[in-house]
């Protein structure tokens, strides 16, 4: 799988459609932005959400539907998605995945989540420890889905990834998880995420920090930065960073030690994504059987191992059992 050049050219090759769409982006937040404002308590209305939750669980094919739906902005999907991208289809972004997915929820969901604190809707059977607005899986979705079709720039999986992210967050209606208001406010910190994330990572490349930089220097900005945001006061803030520092860590060493190639058959493809996915059960969420995850370092380490496991050891692995042949390496690990 290849990735096209990343220009700041987001949406579309032709300046008139690229200026068009980022000014529709622009208008979007606005308005909703400006909706949230003056219909706040109508969009938090419990008994829309109640009507709503009741069509879902009189409905068991409904449900399932929207069970499985609300499963594409989740966390442990992205998780196994972008792993089995690592491995076997382009290793630069399924990494980019491993940053952003955490990453995004942070910033978008789970810092203002604690600054607004709000209750999430009084659903029998909903219990959730974190607080409601705005929705973390459709912010998730609208900046994991929108960093995936801006770098691939097709056409039909823009289509897709917008279908993706109006049912992820009509989802969380729909199973009572939260108000149409908490879904709006994800779609705008969601927006605001991927245009700040693009602007800075365009502005990195074209500058060549990351280039005029050590390797040394590299890795530890890596696990620095992550360990730094692991102290920010929120509910998931140990695991989501943890998630960045190992899959960061990794990637800088499997860079410079293995360099593996995506090259192989569809049976050593099959077989890298069991066993990695095994492991990653065994780590998360085997370990909370034996460890207290509630330990902020202890979760950290736990999270970082996961996705140092994807980008580092599970390539090592790998290699030792065969799963990707060595006339497709760049460099073997002696």
Same mark, same amino acid.
């Given at each position: 799988m290849e990735i096209p050049p990343l220009t700041r050219y987001y949406f579309s090759p032709k300046p008139g459609q690229e200026r068009a769409i980022r000014w529709f982006c622009f208008l979007l937040v606005v308005i909703i932005s400006l909706a949230l404002y003056y219909y706040w308590v109508p969009l938090r209305d419990p008994e829309f959400t109640y009507s709503m939750v009741s069509v879902t669980v009189e409905n068991l094919l409904v449900?399932? %539907?929207?069970?499985? !739906?609300?499963? +594409?902005?989740?966390?442990?999907?992205? &998780?196994?998605? %972008?792993?089995?991208?690592?491995?076997? %289809? =382009?290793?630069t972004l399924g990494f980019w995945g491993l940053i952003v997915m955490p990453l995004s929820v942070l910033v978008t969901s789970e810092i203002p989540k604690d600054i607004v604190r709000l /209750?999430? /809707?009084?659903? #029998? $059977?909903?219990?959730? #420890?974190?607080?409601?607005?705005p929705s973390g899986h459709t912010s998730g979705a609208v900046s994991v889905w929108g960093f995936m079709a801006i770098l691939l720039k097709k056409r039909w999986f823009w289509m897709f990834s917008l279908i993706i992210m109006f049912l992820v967050g009509l989802s969380r209606i729909m199973l009572g998880y939260h108000y149409p208001g908490d879904v709006l406010g994800g779609v705008v910190t969601g927006i605001v995420f991927l245009a700040m994330f693009f602007g800075v990572g365009l502005s990195i490349l074209e500058k060549n920090w990351d280039k005029n930089l050590s390797f040394t220097l590299l890795l530890f900005i890596a696990?620095?930065? #992550? !360990?730094?945001?692991s102290f920010i006061p929120a509910y998931y803030a140990p695991r989501l960073t943890g998630y960045m520092a190992g899959?960061?860590? $990794?990637? &800088? +060493?499997?860079?410079?030690? !293995? =360099?593996?190639? =995506?090259?192989? *058959?569809?049976?050593? *493809?099959?077989?890298?994504?069991?066993? $990695?996915?095994?492991?990653?059960?065994?780590?998360? /969420?085997g370990f909370d059987l034996f460890l207290p995850d509630e330990i902020q370092i202890i =979760?950290?380490?736990? *999270?970082a191992f996961a996705t140092f496991w994807i980008t580092y050891l599970a390539p090592w692995l790998f290699i030792r059992l065969g799963l990707i042949n060595a006339k497709h390496l760049n460099c073997m690990v002696k």
């Open positions: 449900f399932l %539907f929207f069970q499985f !739906i609300t499963t +594409l902005g989740s966390e442990g999907f992205f &998780l196994v998605f %972008f792993s089995v991208i690592y491995w076997s %289809f =382009n290793k /209750p999430r /809707p009084d659903v #029998p $059977g909903v219990v959730v #420890p974190t607080y409601t607005f696990l620095a930065l #992550p !360990i730094a945001m899959a960061a860590a $990794g990637y &800088l +060493l499997e860079k410079r030690n !293995i =360099n593996f190639s =995506n090259a192989g *058959h569809w049976r050593q *493809h099959f077989s890298k994504a069991l066993l $990695g996915m095994g492991v990653i059960a065994l780590i998360i /969420p =979760n950290f380490i736990q *999270h």
